[in-house]
């Protein structure tokens, strides 16, 4: 099994009933994690659009 660096894991929470995206842990909130750059900021972007927050 392929060992993960945690410095490779980029994460948000996320809340679709509030339409807010966390850098960090939020009660209630959906953890997604990435292993790859650009589809985290693929990610951030979709949210943007999506006239989500950000906390």
């Not at 996320?14 to 990435?34: D, M, N, P, Q």
């Not at 900021?41 to 659009?49: A, W």
Request: a neutral charge.
């Amino acid at each position: 099994m392929e060992q993960i660096n945690p410095s490779d894991l980029w994460q948000m929470w996320v809340s679709s009933e509030r339409k807010i995206v966390s850098f960090h842990a939020e009660v209630g909130f959906r953890l997604l994690e990435f292993h790859n750059r650009e589809l985290f900021l693929r990610c951030v972007d979709r949210y943007t659009m999506e006239r989500y927050r950000y906390q």
